[in-house]
């Protein structure tokens, strides 16, 4: 799935975001869209204290997400 990422950008960490947390990017924007949240920092905060992500990972992934990006 790596190969499919942009080496720029928010999409650079989501092979390690799948690597490190043992779900695809799919999956995450699932947990994002069920989270009840909406704001960027409160999503943020969500996947690093529910989830154990860190900062760069959770700010990442809702950066892509919240600008209407969905994985395949």
Known sequence: MANEWS???PTSYFPSIE???GKTIKQW???IAKCGKE????IVEFLKTKHGM???HAN??????LKGNKAK
């Open 7 to 9: 080496k720029q950008g």
């Open 19 to 21: 690597a490190k947390y």
């Open 29 to 31: 924007q699932e947990v």
């Open 39 to 42: 704001k960027h920092m409160e």
């Open 54 to 56: 860190g900062h760069g």
């Open 60 to 65: 990442a992934l809702v950066i892509w997400t």
